[in-house]
């Protein structure tokens, strides 16, 4: 298994986040954006995702992906709303579970960065329950949860779509954004969510507004966070989403001082392993010498050591390839995708209409280029499927590729929708 390493110093970490309102009607749109995308982090709210779908359908190859889906445990609604988090799987993330918070849809997640941890939840609050109590004290024991295992050194960052359009937010003289009391309307709830941000010390930096003029999406981090920014999405991954802009977090990485170590990745070849020594070995070995016959752990034991020893003599280790590529990229698709994160990446330092303009020409080519590049892939798969039908079995099995558990599964009539009922 390859051990993540800790990301290039030399540029920032990027978090794309949106509200993309349902990905089912564009599945494959968005696993060509992503397996093209530099983002290291992509985070979405609403994306009306359920046990159906596979995160190999939606996000590409180099991600891990963490998922909470609408179910009857966060919502009444039997459809819309989930939240997803996709993290490069060069980083090491981790998902923080906890009971106390299901009746929430969102995910928090630990990465890595060397030196310090990064903390980083994304959070969808639908409409009908953003003026619900319960959903903001269940919200306000979570992040207390979170915060109190955070040392001083680590970096918290809160992201979503709250649905709080009654506030309005004015800028302080720290870059950081407040709540106008002379323009903003406060509930309950509202009330509740703000100060447990508070006492958390996290301040809202998101200043983008809709084409309405309001607020939905909010970003919030710790005070002590090392020089974030904040920005509009050159292009959305794969539509314009109408009230919810897409949204850039570039995190300074720059301070770490402790990368960590890389280990490589190898599978073991028993295709071309040398049976012959193999047999030759084992044939020369006086087995009632060896094993303690009358102690049954210490023969087995000792027989594991020597097959182990064995294998590892005569099986050769093939490496993996680091970064996973997605089988329809050619490398004349290869080339305009550098090209375009490399566009990005200047863009970012050299924001102007003019390199904007000249990111969305790359993406709009790379775009048209990976999907003949899919479709001429798809072609292939159904004419090897016709000649050799257990490639189809091959491809499903790599598709359903999972990490974690789906979040409702049927047996006999019955559902389950926790891990313990699962299981």
Request: with cysteine; net charge neutral.
């Amino acid at each position: 298994m390859q051990t993540p390493t800790a990301p290039d110093t030399s540029e920032p970490i990027n978090v794309y986040y949106q509200n993309v309102g349902g990905v089912n009607s564009c599945l494959v749109d968005y696993l060509l954006a992503t397996s093209s995308s530099c983002y290291e982090i992509i985070a979405f709210t609403e994306t009306w995702l359920n046990d159906r779908t596979l995160s190999s359908q939606i996000i590409g190859p180099d991600y891990v992906v963490f998922r909470c889906d609408r179910s009857p445990l966060n919502s009444k609604k039997s459809s819309g709303g989930g939240v997803l988090l996709a993290v490069k799987s060069r980083l090491t993330a981790q998902l923080i579970e906890d009971n106390s918070w299901n009746d929430l849809e969102l995910l928090w997640a630990r990465i890595d960065l060397g030196d310090r941890k990064l903390y980083l939840c994304v959070v969808y609050v639908p409409p009908d329950r953003s003026s619900d109590l319960v959903v903001a004290e269940s919200f306000s024991r979570c992040l207390y949860k979170v915060s109190s295992i955070c040392s001083p050194v680590d970096d918290i960052l809160v992201i979503g779509d709250f649905n709080m359009p009654g506030l309005k937010w004015c800028p302080s003289h720290g870059a950081f954004l407040f709540p106008d009391p002379m323009r903003s309307y406060f509930s309950a709830p509202s009330n509740i969510f703000l100060d447990s941000l508070s006492t958390a010390t996290l301040r809202q930096i998101n200043s983008f507004e809709n084409e309405n003029g309001r607020m939905l999406d909010l970003c919030f981090i710790n005070e002590g966070f090392r020089n974030p920014t904040i920005d509009l999405a050159p292009a959305p991954l794969v539509k314009v989403v109408s009230h919810h802009p897409a949204l850039v977090v570039s995190l300074d990485v720059t301070n770490i001082n402790a990368p960590l170590e890389e280990t490589a990745s190898f599978y073991q070849d028993f295709k071309n392993a040398d049976y012959e020594a193999i047999s030759r070995v084992l044939g020369s070995i006086e087995w009632e010498n060896e094993l303690d016959l009358s102690n049954p752990n210490a023969a087995a034991a000792t027989f594991s050591n020597i097959l182990n020893y064995i294998i590892d003599r005569h099986v050769p280790k093939r490496s993996l390839p680091s970064n996973p590529r997605a089988p329809w990229v050619t490398n004349q698709l290869r080339q305009l995708k550098t090209a375009k994160n490399r566009a990005l990446r200047y863009y970012s330092k050299h924001k102007s209409l003019c390199t904007k303009e000249d990111y969305r020409k790359l993406n709009t080519a790379y775009k048209k280029s990976s999907r003949r590049c899919y479709q001429n892939y798809l072609h292939r798969l159904q004419r090897n499927f016709k000649t050799n039908p257990k490639s189809f079995w091959k491809y499903v099995k790599n598709q359903r590729k999972e990490s974690g558990l789906p979040s409702q599964m049927f047996l006999n009539g019955n559902s389950a929708n926790t891990d313990p009922e699962i299981y």
